[in-house]
């Protein structure tokens, strides 16, 4: 797929995807996707990090209210200025700045530590985002990411319910095909019916690959593996939030942390 394609879809998403997540709809990644991340992260305190693929910079903001001071870019202007606006009216100590996740603006070694939420799979060549991941994180700094789970959330994957234990889950197919920018059109599940059709619908290019090419690009990079994780509801969760609770029996979201050597 056309880069500029890419560039140019999530160019249109960004206002509707604005304006949806923060009024709440985004409940996978408010009520489970974030948590689990922030959980997961290292000690920040006192440290200098960068987030890549901010969006309108309300987990970029989450990074910074646990002590760190973090820049937060983005590819879409359209994010940084909501992202800028949000912080302006309520400071945490972000930044935000305008860029490509393969052409980082920063000098070698500039930061402790890189997060990025849910982006990396959103373009083509994500390798290139992990070498300036690591180009500009300090030995010994981390890279910690979330990307849709490769081996559940396919082209060709679906939510399902098991006829006999009625449980939800996921079907699979077609997990070895890349799908190298196919474009999904969809909004977030809890979208009330009356909204549906004021809004447009997301389309999303989608850059599906194999869990063995995340991992041979991270080790390819000279990154190392540290841990991973997929984040699960509780039983809590999925009864206050029954959209979330596929995620009791498959995961979605797939967490990598990766540590630059010294
Ligand atoms: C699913 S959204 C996630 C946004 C945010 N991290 C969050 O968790 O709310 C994916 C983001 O990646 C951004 N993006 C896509 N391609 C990018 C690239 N090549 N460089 C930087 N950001 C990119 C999109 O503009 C969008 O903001």
């Known amino acids: ?21 923060r009024a709440g709809y985004d409940v996978y990644r408010d009520v ?11 000690d920040v305190t006192g440290q200098f990090g960068i987030d890549i693929g901010c969006g309108e910079g309300t987990n970029t903001r989450r990074v910074a209210q ?10 879409v202007q359209t994010f940084v200025d909501a992202a800028q606006e949000l912080e302006a009216h309520d400071p945490v100590g972000a930044s935000f700045t305008q860029a490509d996740a393969r052409h980082l603006p920063f000098v070698d070694n500039h930061f402790d530590f890189a997060t990025s939420f849910m982006c990396l799979m959103d373009f ?3 390798d290139q985002a992990l070498k300036e991941a690591f ?9 910690q990411f979330s990307i849709l789970h490769p081996c559940f959330v396919t082209l060709n994957s679906k939510r399902d319910q098991d006829p006999v234990t009625g449980k939800l889950g996921r079907t699979v197919h077609e997990y070895f095909t890349h799908s190298n920018g196919a474009e999904e059109t969809w909004t977030f599940g809890t979208v009330p019916p009356e909204l549906l059709d004021t ?8 850059f599906h690959r194999p869990l063995s090419d995340w991992i041979n690009d991270i080790v390819t990079t000279g990154f190392t593996l540290e841990a991973i994780q ?28 990766c540590r630059k050597p010294e």
């Open 32 to 42: 489970l996707n974030t948590p689990w991340f922030l959980r997961f992260l290292p």
């Open 199 to 206: 809004i447009p619908k997301f389309n999303v290019p989608r």
């Open 124 to 126: 083509p060549n994500p």
């Open 1 to 21: 797929m056309d880069k500029e394609i890419s560039t140019q879809r999530w160019h249109e998403n960004a206002q509707t995807w604005t304006t949806l997540s």
């Open 66 to 75: 646990l002590g760190a001071t973090i820049t937060g870019c983005d590819l």
């Open 135 to 143: 180009r500009v994180i300090k030995p010994t700094g981390f890279l």
């Open 230 to 257: 997929e984040p699960r509801a509780t039983d809590q969760e999925a009864r206050d939030h029954p959209s979330v609770a596929d995620t009791r029996d498959t995961p979605l979201f797939l967490h990598f942390r």
